[in-house]
């Protein structure tokens, strides 16, 4: 095993062929070290033995003056001529415990892995770290395996509990891509990777330095970023009683920060549920825009505030794909609403896309819809409906899906909870009326955008998590104000069943004042 830490966090991976004209190679290394690199793969499929020899030899040279160790691909006997810190093996290659004895001790081994079967054998085997690829499709190499995508990370991942054994994510990797694969590759158990592996955004950049140093910019800030949950502290938190105190006068005071800030909602949602969406949206004091078009995103994820993607009525796939990754690049909430996703195939391939592609603020649904996301059994759904007893635990069922999913997950039903992984709020308020209207669960997820939109806050200069802001208390925010609104509506003297429930609903939710809304509130810490 090594005899010192090793900082897998940013793996440059070397590539001659892909250096831009004119572009010197040890140059080129010098300026990724310079940037931040922490660990370097000499790799050179074409060259011959004498060549590589050399510039693995200047390769080594170069790093060690820097700090950082060098591997090298595949090549075993390379690695001992220049006495490398290290190899890295591909499945084909030697077995990780032949190339054990031949190097000296306190050498690091490495080993290529694609599937869940692989990264056992390399535990077994004693490898000190894996690289777990592809996770999108990339020109560097000819891919022979299918791609792992982010979210297939995480059962891999699951091989390494107990073990010291490391991990990087490599294969399409780039400043666009590497915030959604930090966000998106977590085990059940919360393993994280230790750090990706870059070829192409580097190695063929005329700046090399700049790119790694975006690169580390974004590895470090997420390592060193912490919510903020309700305001408080996870250390010396007051008793319950005063937290929900102070959770209450959070919620009303959102509640005018809302209409005092008047977000932009750009919302791809449900057509079923457009127009209640809209109006719901305009009576929080946000402002809705229902577009669709993939043409568009780029230009509306930089006027608008929010973004909700709800899959409701599955038209416009592309837009949401590219919704999503330019929200995430702008550090704007992105709330995901995954409607009737047991209901079908087809669904369910679109939501494992989209959270592929992009990293969600919040994700907001029903038990059947959340136990597909979570992949469980334990709730059922028919259509876009959950059905049978639901969750035996809901509070540690939405703690743990909120620690896999890094984001906040909403859990509506006669109860709702809410969580960021750490704090369980449960929502007692709303009215059987809710359910019994068209869309009712679809303007939760509008209300949600617009609460989000209005607690998110500028990321700064160094933008390390998608978003910057209280996003659990928008959410708990955003759900208890439209049940609070539900209840008033359900009492009026006008309102004799669904059909007159929904216009004044609208007219509650416009009405609603912050100390009405206190004096209603029921929840409590879980």
């Known amino acids: 095993m090594p005899t010192r830490t090793v900082d897998y966090s940013l793996y440059l991976v070397t590539s001659r062929a892909l250096l831009p004209p004119g572009q010197d190679y040890l140059e ?5 070290l310079q940037g931040g690199v922490t660990l370097v793969q000499v790799r050179e499929k074409d060259a011959g033995t004498k060549e590589f020899l050399d510039i693995a030899r200047k390769s080594k040279d170069l790093c060690a003056r820097y700090g950082v160790p060098l591997i090298v691909n595949d090549r075993v006997d390379i690695a001992l001529a220049i006495e490398a810190d290290g190899v890295h093996v591909g499945q084909e290659d030697m077995p990780i415990q032949i190339v054990r004895s031949i190097l000296p001790p306190g050498s690091i081994i490495g080993v290529s892995c694609n599937n869940v079967e692989q ?12 690289g777990i690829g592809a996770i999108y499709p990339t020109a560097t190499k000819e891919l022979t395996q299918p791609i792992v995508t982010v979210r297939g990370v995480g059962a ?14 490599i294969g399409g990797i780039n400043s666009t891509t590497v915030l959604r694969v930090l966000h998106g590759a977590v085990s059940t158990s919360c393993r994280a990777l230790d750090g990706v592996a870059v070829v192409s955004d580097i190695v063929a950049s005329d700046r090399p330095e700049e790119a790694a140093g975006r690169l580390m910019q974004v590895l470090r800030a997420f390592r060193e970023g912490t919510s903020s949950r309700c305001g408080l502290a996870l250390e010396n938190r007051p008793p319950t009683d005063t937290r929900k105190t102070l959770l209450i006068d959070q919620i009303a005071s959102l509640l005018e920060t809302v209409r005092s800030r008047k977000p932009l909602v750009h919302q791809i949602t449900n057509v ?11 009576a929080w004091g946000a402002s809705p825009i229902m577009a669709t078009a993939p043409e568009e995103m780029p230009d509306l994820a930089n006027v608008c505030d929010s973004l909700l993607v709800n899959i409701g009525t599955l038209r416009q796939t592309e837009g949401m794909l590219i919704a999503g990754r330019r929200y995430n690049a702008t550090y704007k909430p992105v709330v995901f609403d995954p409607v009737g996703v047991g209901a079908s195939q087809y669904r369910k391939g679109v939501m494992n896309d989209l959270l592929n592609a992009w990293a969600p603020t919040v994700i907001k649904g029903n038990a059947g819809e959340l136990a597909v996301l979570a992949g469980s059994d334990e709730a059922k759904s028919r259509g876009v409906d959950s059905f049978g007893a639901g969750f035996k635990d809901p509070a540690s069922f939405v703690r743990s899906l909120a620690r896999k999913e890094r984001c906040v ?6 109860k709702d909870y809410v969580s960021d992984g750490d704090v369980v709020v449960e929502l007692s308020n709303g009215h059987p009326l809710l359910g019994e209207i068209t869309g009712s669960g679809c303007i939760g997820g509008s209300s949600i955008a617009a609460f989000c939109a209005a607690a998110s806050t500028d990321p700064g200069p160094v933008p390390g998590r998608p978003v910057c802001g209280d996003m659990l208390l928008a959410t708990v925010a955003a759900i208890t104000s439209l049940n609070v609104a539900g209840e008033l509506a359900a009492a009026r003297a006008d309102v004799a069943g669904p059909g007159s429930f929904l216009p004044a609903l609208i007219d509650e939710i416009s009405l609603l004042r912050p100390d009405v809304l206190k004096s209603r509130l029921r929840l409590d810490f879980i």
């Open 119 to 130: 990264a056992r054998q390399a535990v077994e085997s004693g490898a000190d770290y894996i």
């Open 28 to 32: 080129s290394l010098e300026a990724s």
């Open 272 to 282: 079923v549920a457009a127009t209640q969406s809209a109006n719901v949206t305009l």
């Open 409 to 414: 997950i909403a859990l509506t039903g006669p």
């Open 156 to 169: 891999i991942l699951s091989q390494l509990d107990g073990s010291n054994v490391k991990a990087v994510a």
